[in-house]
Nanobody
Framework: EVQLVESGGGLVQAGGSLRLSCVASGFAFDDYAIAWFRQAPGKEREGVSCKNHNDGRTSYADSVKGRFTISSDFAKKRVYLQMNSLKPEDTAVYYC????????????????RGQGTQVTVSS
């Protein structure tokens, strides 16, 4: 069974840090692009970061560049999103998603998608 399970969300004060984790099972993790998306209340889901295991490239939304870092642990089949200097506007449900070929801006285009983890940043 294919699964992507996010964890690590929670409540943090502005300026703080969180590390999200996405654990994968049931597919060839090493051959996929893994992305993080987020959706704030009343807003559309947006791409946050992506790492393509096929070519090693990473990408970030402008709003998180310099604050968030995506990384992979192939042995554990996990992708992490280290989030530093958090702001109230980072409050959202964070999702991970996996695609066999490439990073996409569109969540629904991914082959597999997780259920999300809530991140709340208080001011």
């Amino acid at each position: 069974e294919v699964q992507l399970v996010e964890s690590g969300g929670g409540l943090v004060q502005a300026g703080g840090s969180l590390r999200l984790s996405c654990v994968a099972s049931g597919f060839a993790f090493d051959d996929y692009a893994i992305a993080w998306f987020r959706q704030a209340p009343g807003k559309e889901r947006e791409g946050v970061s992506c790492k393509n295991h096929n070519d090693g490239r990473t990408s970030y939304a402008d709003s998180v560049k310099g604050r968030f870092t995506i990384s992979s642990d192939f042995a554990k089949k996990r992708v992490y999103l280290q989030m530093n200097s958090l702001k109230p506007e980072d409050t959202a449900v964070y999702y991970c998603a996996a695609d066999r070929e490439h990073c996409s801006y569109y969540f629904d285009e991914y082959d597999y998608r997780g259920q999300g983890t809530q991140v709340t940043v208080s001011s």
